[in-house]
């Protein structure tokens, strides 16, 4: 079994617009408030391979839902498809709260789907065994550390 791992992160806002605009999501400010992964949302900026190329290709901000059946990221195939989950997809994704969680197969090939979010180990084949997100109304103040 691997490292457990925790982190408290917050955003000051999240907005996500109507059909019309498909969905897309818009991140406010964010800070980690404890635990030691930064924000995925933004995408991969910390693995040591990962540019600014590689940067922009896995932000979510301002990304329209992707599903199986409605494929809306920069992808040339279709993430959802690939990720086995509906999701804010760029060119897929850095991280992913919304996929089913996986363990390796017999002979240790990883599928490329999993709860992710790539800043607690700087790889994608790692999926989360649980997460959790809240809402909580503007000036609402909670923590969890």
């Not at 693995?47 to 896995?58: H, L």
């Not at 490329?112 to 790889?123: A, E, I, K, R, T």
């Not at 997460?131 to 909670?142: N, R």
């Amino acid at each position: 079994m691997g490292t457990p791992y925790f982190t408290f992160f917050q955003l000051e806002s999240l907005f996500i617009s109507d059909e019309n605009d498909l969905f897309r999501l818009r991140l406010g400010r964010s800070k980690v408030e404890c635990g030691s992964a930064p924000d995925s949302l933004r995408g991969d900026s910390y693995s040591s391979n990962y540019n600014a190329r590689n940067i922009a290709k896995t932000n979510h901000d301002g990304m329209f839902f992707s599903a199986w059946d409605s494929d809306n990221d920069y992808f040339s195939g279709n993430c959802a498809e690939i990720e086995k989950s509906g999701w804010w997809f760029n060119r897929c994704s850095a991280a992913n709260l919304n996929a089913p969680m996986w363990n390796s197969s017999e002979n240790g090939i990883y599928p490329p789907d999993g709860v992710n979010w790539q800043s607690f180990s700087g790889l994608q084949n790692q999926s989360l065994i649980e997460t959790e997100l809240s809402l909580l109304p503007t000036g609402a103040h909670f923590s969890f550390c």
